[in-house]
């Protein structure tokens, strides 16, 4: 995409994909969902979580989970991620890119696909901002996730002032 090409609405994208934001759960820690500095917003840590805060998952991956039913899991903490940035920012729109993502998945010992599961997160933002959902990114394995949840996301987005 140059300058001078049009950009596609996120919120046209997601609309186009089928894909109504949920409502995002209110807080049950001592944190907030995001905070925004100058023209980044970091996003606190993200789960499959439902509207009332219960896991919509639990398990471990190479244990109780696939890695590709992860990666389904991973996409459904992006499109929660995303509805608590619309909420904070008021439309998607104001995303100017996704500028860093780190993904912890909750693993058996000798588990080495983390990075796969965690593209179920990335690719669904490349779906939605285009080029400007292309990101760094780290994807680790970790031995525990709060509630036994199988995948945490946190992510840093750049936004339009």
Do not use: C, W
């Not at 499959?48 to 896991?55: C, N, T």
């Not at 995303?82 to 904070?88: G, Q």
């Not at 100017?96 to 000798?110: A, F, I, P, S, T």
């Not at 990114?137 to 750049?158: D, H, K, M, Y």
């Amino acid at each position: 995409m140059t300058e001078n090409t049009p950009r596609t609405s996120p919120e046209a994208r997601l609309l186009a994909l089928g894909i109504a934001l949920p409502t995002p759960p209110t807080p049950v820690g001592s944190y907030v969902p995001g905070v925004i500095v100058g023209n980044l917003l970091f996003m606190s840590g993200h789960g499959p979580f439902d509207d009332k805060g219960r896991p919509t998952s639990q398990g471990k991956l190479g244990q109780s989970i696939s890695a590709e039913a992860g990666k389904k899991i991973a996409r459904e903490v992006a499109i929660n991620m995303l509805a608590s940035v619309r909420m904070l920012i008021g439309s998607l729109d104001r995303v100017k890119r996704v500028v860093k993502v780190l993904g912890m998945v909750n693993v058996q010992e000798g588990f080495t696909a983390s990075p796969a599961v965690i593209n179920g997160f990335s690719d669904l933002l490349i779906e939605v901002f285009g080029e400007s959902g292309r990101h760094a990114r780290s994807a680790v394995g970790v031995a525990e996730l709060p509630a036994g949840i199988p995948v945490e996301v946190e992510a840093v987005f750049e936004i339009f002032s």
